[in-house]
């Protein structure tokens, strides 16, 4: 089989496309090392002495896992030094990190989620790293304000799933593609060329245990899946959840399907579960890039102006056809 390399697809975006900078094109492959690093140590585990608690908190008051921590360290740690970057966000740290004074700054600003999924590190069920790169508006202060743009700013999103396979599935705004890792190489090879979202699905994704917090909207939509082939739609449908926002959206990618953490009533402070900056908005790019949509119910989460840097948000995203249905259902309520 040819392989086409991580490093060798970018170099053709940037050369043939124009699509990235090559400071862009950089950066992006310091990511796809650091997240190595982290597959690494994802997959020892125990042996590593890396699971369980942290014994911290973030900045969302959960628990860290040790992993969460680790990732966060390994992402600061390979991204601080290159020169791209005027500073980084994570679900992990209050406040951007500051590039330290030693070495030069760039014009990227790098949000991620070091790892997503952790409620299911400690049980082996897969978990991801989510990122985004965002320009750092000319001449801005690199602080939390310079971070909070609407998602159709990003210039690159992309995650890596530590699953059976560790996948890396990117977007510079051409498309979706993904590679898998060679673990005998240490290089990513291109896999998946072009990732389409199916307009159409008989799959969801959500956690019903909410289903009484649920909006009516949502209540609605469910409950026709549900009914299946005696109800409005016609037809079965089948239900996932995997609790890993990257295991749900990476299958969805693959397959088809639709993937909703709705606002609900347990917590009317929290608009929904999932982050904005570093969750709903890259994952987002890549659905609308794989043709599919992301929605918050009320408006595409793309165009949502970011009020605070770890602000929530609901999403509704993946195949076009089901999104659409979902928001048109919270229009009519
Ligand atoms: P954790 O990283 O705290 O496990 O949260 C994962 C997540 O942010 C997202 O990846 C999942 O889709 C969602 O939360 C799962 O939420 P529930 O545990 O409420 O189902």
Not at 15 to 40: C, T, Y
Not at 135 to 142: D, I, K, Y
Not at 272 to 289: H, T
Request: glycine share 10%; charged share 25%.
């Amino acid at each position: 089989m040819r392989r086409v390399t991580l490093t060798q697809y970018l170099i053709e975006q940037q050369r043939e496309h124009q699509r990235i900078p090559v400071n862009l094109r950089l950066q992006i492959e310091v990511v796809a090392r650091a997240v190595k690093a982290i597959s690494v140590n994802v997959g020892k585990g125990a042996i590593a002495g890396v699971l369980g608690e942290a014994g911290t908190d973030n900045v969302q008051g959960e628990a860290q896992k040790q992993l969460d921590v680790v990732a966060n360290e390994i992402l600061l740690l390979s991204n601080e030094w290159g020169g791209h970057l005027a500073a980084m966000a994570s679900e992990e740290m209050p406040l951007p990190y500051a590039i330290p004074n030693r070495y030069p700054k760039g014009e990227y600003l790098l949000l991620f989620d070091p790892l997503d999924g952790s409620s299911n590190i400690d049980v082996n069920i897969s978990v991801g790293t989510i990122f985004s790169v965002l320009r750092c508006p000319e001449g801005a202060e690199a602080d939390e304000r310079a971070f909070l743009q609407p998602g159709t700013q990003q210039v690159a999103a992309g995650y890596a799933l530590y699953g059976p396979q560790t996948l890396l599935v990117l977007t510079v705004g051409d498309g979706v593609v993904g590679f898998t890792l060679d673990r005998e190489f240490g290089t990513w090879v291109l896999t998946n060329p072009d990732m389409r979202i199916p307009e159409d699905t008989r799959e969801y994704a959500i956690n019903a245990s909410n289903a009484r917090f649920w909006d009516p909207a949502i209540r609605r939509y469910i409950g026709e899946l549900v009914a299946g082939k005696e109800g409005p739609r016609g037809k079965d449908f089948n239900m996932r959840w995997v609790a890993s926002m990257v295991a749900d959206v990476h299958r969805l990618l693959t397959r088809g399907g639709i993937f909703m953490y709705p606002r609900d009533k347990r917590d009317p402070s929290k608009p929904g579960r999932l982050r904005l900056m570093y969750e709903a908005n890259p994952m987002s790019m890549i659905v609308e890039q794989a043709g599919g949509a992301a929605s918050t119910g009320y408006q595409r989460i793309l165009d949502v102006q970011p009020e605070q840097l770890h602000q929530r948000i609901p999403v509704v995203l993946g195949s076009r056809n089901e999104v659409e249905r979902v928001a048109q259902y919270y229009a009519e309520a």
